[in-house]
């Protein structure tokens, strides 16, 4: 299978290669020429499926001052975010890295299982070694699931310096009732490289911390004050949207455009790629028809605003309505906006008017999303497994049941049982959880489990002081991660392995 992979991609690699990278070619970083979403690297839609997708990612620094900041950005083939990569599903991907770094890299594809090819998994230190600067590695596996997801480095806290990306698998059926599909990454950007905040964390800086300041803003539609948690370890800088920004006091700077027609519908594969913050997204008098959750397709529901935890995906289909321009926010749970613009074609001003979000009233809650199946968990068999967070601010450090990756014990795993995971989150933050190789079910809190028809998720936000359960099925033999996705928790800690028996 391998062999006959390689000679199909012998005949065909070049010409993808062209096809694949023509668009993305060269620094595309604040270029214009990306008003209205990401260059695409679609494959040929006529081959059939089944096919083996070459793509090509070099891993290199770009010198520049982005947003009046002079910083170092890391990015693939000079872009951030990285060149959106886009299969159906069954197809099988190789892609080639080259790492033009100084220091070893590796990427993870968040979102996809690896079936049978946990190797290619991405996790330093884990799944392989670091590729070292200089060298090559191809990535060989299979494109499944379907749905929106991305790849970013998995090696220290390297994707918040921008090595991060969307990866879009197609169902193979796929009945698009929209007429256009559109990419919308969000990611919090910060002036000090990323090796530095999290230097600045551990030597125990108070400073560094955002913590409350902010909250009197009563951010959040109906929540007290004395609800809300911690929101986060680094205070807010500024956001990305599709690599478009401004610091504060910049009100010059090209923001990520999106035109629509009047009835048009797009489809926007919300992607939060950030290292510190969860954004509450809001399209400002465009109701937000959810139809998607990590790639899983819901029973479609209106909203005007839902909340995206770091490394979840949402994908929404969206209505042109009147002329005009309005505004796209994502807004972190202190009330800092990042914007991007809906526009229809043609509609002036070219920019909404400026001012703070006014929230719909419908918000997202993860128990109005409804998978299209039904399940019945109810008889079927589980071990129970119980993960307890912890963290510390002085001296920082994060944990999963009082031990901190990598010092800690994997968690062995059979192949064929079914895992209930139950996560105590007894600290003061949120924690977004993501699991590798595998969807879980999300049976929600533990008094009151649905084990009817939960959703079928990769990553959740386990909200501060508050127990979630899981249930996933181990059917994929690997070594798997399951970690907090804010950055700096999982580089000092708050990550587990599971271990399948017999994995060498
Ligand atoms: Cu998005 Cu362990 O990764
Ligand atoms: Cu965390």
Redesign the pocket.
Known sequence: MRNEHRKMNLSMSRRRFLSVTGAAGGSLLLSPLLVGGLPVGKANAQEKAGRVIPFSLRVGILPGAPYGVQREVWAYNGQVPGPIIRATEGDMFRIRVKNELARPTTI?W??LHQIGTWRMDG?EGLTQAGIAPGAEFIYEFLASPAGTH?Y?S?TGVQ?SEGLLAPLIIERREERSNYDRDEVLVINDWFRKPSEEILQGLIRGGAGERGGMQGMQMGHMPGMKMEEMADIADVPFEMGLINGRGRAPGDTKSPLTTFEVGQGQRIRFRIINASSTYAFRFQIDGHPLTVIAADGTPVKPVTVDNLLVSI?ERYDVLVEGKRAGAYWIRAVTLDGKEVRAILRTRGARPAEPRPGPVVWGRRALTLAMLRPLEPVNLARAPFRQVTLQMGGNMAPYSWTINGQAYPQSSPIPVERGESIRLVLENPTEMDHPM?L?GHSFYVLGRPDRLNLTDPLLKD?VDVPARNTLVLQWAATNPGRW?F?C?IEWH?ATGM?SVFEYRGVA
């Open positions: 993870h968040h979102g996790v991305w970013h998995h994707y490394g993501h590798h990553t991660l970690h996705h999982l990550a």
